[in-house]
């Protein structure tokens, strides 16, 4: 059965999309600054482990030889570059979203608050005072 | 069967998380979810053998940034506000994206196809060169360290910088400097 | 956290079996999953779980801030600084077969091992930077909030 095959095959990819949508639904649809970091960290993650599974050998074992390095040539091994990749992109990932966090503690001090909504309605005003200010001194013609 | 069985519940439970984590409003308990999701994950990695990254992933995700999340959420907010704005154009929106990405995978090689193009190039040689290169067990390591040595010192600078965008964000040492009122401070709050 | 009696003891029982699970990791990194990442990571997990049962004060007493600054930059200069020894050394910078020129691959596990070193400094000085600058701050809500 060819179909069955191809669905089981491809079923990892598709679900891994899932996880990535989840994470992207979040960035898109919640206002919380803090929650939109989570839906990246969750996007991150699922691509990740999409990308580990790029490197996956059906019957394979992890890419680590025995400490002797006696290689049984008949052992297949899962390819290993991915995983590298991956691992160092782990920490740059925890490195920047901490960058992130830091942001939102900066926002938190100078807004009050960190709901989208809110930073935005704030920007709005502080325009709207800006644009009477100098329209008073142009002679309320701004 | 097995193997499908298992990962099949792994999924189950990272999508489980992953709604968890968009219906709720409480921050807390959204970080200890993504801790979570990062376990969740470190296991499903191991079973696609990828046990450095799994160690990495359980000890960055599930430790380190619960931490930073935590300390994040006692300077800021600890509930998220309820929505204003209706789902559907978002939902739409992941809806397409999602599409177009499954409709990418569809010319994939199965998974865990020995032939396909992630297998055969650069990465059988490292395989096939590296006992006699190196002569160490870990390929992991030697790949890391030694054939994609620009690449981890490259990653290792962006550790470096964002390390230091976040001092020069938060640590305070800029307070030394005398502060000037600025124009709009205290309209603000 | 003056009043957590079990979590002190326990803390204090398991900061220097998680430093010695962290060299463990980087030193064995040759052998098994592991490496200066992971070691790097471990070993910020110690100073960070010290600071968060013990205050910011003590866990600076024993890794102060500049040194986890210093930190930061100097894991970057032993890497690099590799590549620039086999630089001067006549090879291709990061090329480790120059530290033996009559055994390559001893000069890579001498190369791997200093440029793993090098990772782990500056993951570990990073992580606790980043710790310290996120404790430093001064909560700014009230407690109702929760």
Redesign the interface.
């Known amino acids: 059965m060819p179909e069955i095959?191809?669905i089981?095959?491809?079923?990892?990819?598709?679900?891994f999309?899932?996880?990535?949508?989840?994470?992207?639904?979040?960035v898109?649809?919640?206002?919380?600054l803090?929650?939109k970091i989570?839906?990246l960290?969750?996007f991150q993650?699922a691509v990740?482990?999409f990308y580990?599974?790029?490197?996956?050998?059906?019957?394979?074992?992890?890419?680590?030889?025995?400490?002797d390095?006696r290689?049984d040539p008949a052992t297949?091994?899962?390819?290993?570059?991915?995983?590298?990749?991956?691992?160092?992109?782990?920490?740059?990932?925890?490195?920047?979203?901490?960058?992130g966090?830091?942001?939102?503690?900066?926002i938190?001090?100078?807004?009050?608050?960190?709901?989208e909504?809110?930073i935005l309605g704030?920007e709005k005003e502080?325009v709207a005072?800006e644009n009477r200010t100098l329209g008073d001194a142009m002679g309320g013609r701004a | 069967m097995l193997d499908?069985f298992i990962?099949l519940s792994l999924?189950t439970m990272?999508?489980a998380t992953?709604?968890a984590?968009?219906k709720m409003r409480r921050?807390f308990g959204?970080?200890m979810m993504?801790g979570v999701?990062?376990l969740l994950?470190a296991m499903?990695?191991v079973t696609?053998?990828?046990?450095?990254?799994a160690f990495?992933?359980a000890a960055?995700?599930a430790g380190?940034?619960t931490v930073?999340?935590l300390s994040?959420?006692t300077?800021?907010?600890r509930i998220?506000?309820s929505?204003?704005?209706t789902?559907w154009i978002?939902?739409l929106?992941?809806?397409v994206?999602?599409a177009v990405?499954?409709y990418g995978?569809?010319d994939?090689?199965?998974?865990?196809?020995?032939n396909?193009p992630?297998?055969v190039g650069?990465?059988a040689q490292?395989?096939e060169r590296g006992?006699e290169d190196m002569?160490l067990?870990?390929?992991?390591t030697y790949?890391?360290a030694s054939y994609?040595g620009y690449?981890?010192m490259g990653?290792t600078s962006?550790?470096f910088t964002?390390?230091v965008?976040?001092l020069m964000?938060?640590s305070g040492l800029r307070r030394r400097r005398r502060r000037k009122p600025s124009r709009?401070e205290g309209?603000?709050? | 956290m003056h009043h957590h009696l079990i979590l002190r003891v326990v803390t204090k029982i398991l900061v220097a079996p998680i430093i010695l699970f962290a060299l463990y990791v980087q030193f064995h990194g040759d052998?098994?999953?592991g490496?200066g990442?992971q070691a790097?990571?471990l070993m910020a997990v110690a100073f960070i779980l010290y600071g968060i049962v013990f205050g910011l004060e003590t866990v600076q007493a024993v890794m102060p801030a500049w040194l986890a600054h210093k930190m930061m930059a100097a894991g970057v200069m032993i890497y690099a600084g590799t590549g620039v020894v086999s630089l001067l050394l006549g090879y291709n910078f990061l090329d480790y077969g120059s530290f033996s020129p009559h055994h390559p691959s001893h000069g890579q596990h001498w190369g791997i091992f200093s440029v793993e070193f090098g990772v782990l400094i500056t993951?570990t000085g990073?992580?606790v930077s980043?710790y310290y600058?996120?404790a430093a701050?001064r909560p700014?809500i009230s407690n109702e909030e929760w």
């Open positions: 095959e191809y089981l095959g491809h079923l990892n990819y598709w679900l999309t899932v996880l990535m949508m989840t994470g992207l639904y979040i898109v649809a919640k206002g919380n803090i929650k989570v839906g960290n969750l993650s990740f482990m580990i599974s790029l490197g996956k050998i059906t019957g394979g074992t992890a890419p680590i030889f025995p400490l390095m290689i297949v091994y899962t390819n290993p570059l991915p995983h590298v990749l991956i691992l160092t992109g782990i920490v740059v990932g925890i490195a920047t979203t901490s960058l966090l830091a942001l939102i503690v900066r938190r001090e100078e807004y009050n608050t960190i709901e909504d809110e704030i502080l005072q | 499908l990962d999924f990272l999508v992953g709604f984590i968009v921050l959204v970080t993504t999701f990062s994950s499903l990695l696609l053998d990828a046990v450095d990254v990495t992933e960055v995700g380190i940034s930073l999340m994040t959420l300077l800021t907010s998220e506000k929505p204003v704005h789902p978002p939902l929106v992941v809806a994206t999602g990405i499954i995978t569809l994939m090689p199965n998974f865990g196809d020995a396909a992630a297998q650069v990465a490292y395989m006992p002569d067990p870990n390929t992991v790949i890391l994609r690449d981890t990653e962006v550790v964002a390390g965008g976040v964000l938060i709009d309209e603000v709050s | 052998f098994s999953p490496g990442f790097g990571v993951v990073v992580m980043i600058a996120f701050r700014a």
